[in-house]
């Protein structure tokens, strides 16, 4: 009874989530499709997998790290409305709906095509998640339920972390390496985690790539982008007298 009400329950916040989501700029046809550019996974008899193996050993030996508590941390940002959280430190600036409304909109927005690109792949080659395929504990219990209905390749986690990145490394040039760095490190936390192997994540930088490239050839992001970098600079000149 108890497992039907977590089912449901996940369910329920699923198609919230579906519901709530920012609109796209990007449509069917002018969306990359992510099964044209990546390569399948490695199956658990290829010797490639020996990789993806010895980095989920790794993972679950630095859980007890800080590198574990920021991995859990981040396990519960991965969304739309709440990946400005991870940034705003290296990017210098708190995004939020209300206070940078141009910022927002255009990363928000551009986090929902990036995982609509990130579908065409996870939803074909279907591979398990890592503590699903090893029966293991993940370093985040109370998401495991949710996890587990849902596939390893590519990480969409990743690549929205990702997409964030390149928006506001747009914005804000600067800040560029030092929110790649943290962009690594909320892929790899996926790997910590046990919810992804390390070519899920890798493969999910592609995946961000290939969404922002494309939305460079979108009108209207290209006019949102715009608005927010005047936004930014705004917002900096306030800050600095």
Not at 61 to 74: C, I, P, T, W
Not at 154 to 168: N, Q
Not at 184 to 199: C, D, L
Request: proline content about 5%; overall charge neutral.
């Amino acid at each position: 009874m108890k497992k039907r009400v977590r089912l449901l329950a996940v369910m329920l916040m699923a198609c919230l989530y579906v519901m709530a989501q920012p609109p796209r700029f990007l449509t069917t046809e002018t969306q990359p499709n992510s099964l044209k550019f990546l390569q399948a996974p490695p199956s658990t008899i290829d010797r490639l997998f020996y990789n993806d193996w010895s980095q989920y050993e790794w993972g679950k030996s630095v859980r007890n790290s800080e590198a574990g508590v920021l991995a859990a941390f981040d396990a519960h940002h991965g969304s739309w409305y709440n990946l400005c959280e991870v940034f705003a430190d290296e990017f210098g600036l708190q995004v939020t709906e209300k206070d940078t409304p141009a910022i927002y909109e255009v990363m928000s927005r551009s986090v929902t095509d990036a995982h609509q690109v990130n579908k065409y792949a996870k939803n074909y080659y279907r591979r398990t998640r890592p503590f699903v395929q090893f029966n293991e504990p993940s370093l985040v219990p109370e998401k495991e339920e949710e996890e587990r209905t849902d596939f390893s390749f590519p990480s969409g986690h990743a690549a929205r972390g990702w997409i964030v990145a390149f928006i506001l490394s747009e914005i804000n040039p600067e800040a560029t390496a030092d929110i790649f760095a943290r962009a690594v490190t909320f892929g790899q936390g996926r790997v910590i985690a046990g919810y992804h192997y390390q070519s899920d994540v890798e493969a999910s930088r592609l995946v961000a790539m290939a969404t922002f490239i494309a939305l460079h050839g979108n009108a209207e992001f290209c006019a949102k982008m715009a608005a927010a970098k005047a936004e930014y600079a705004r917002l900096k000149s306030q800050n600095s007298k």
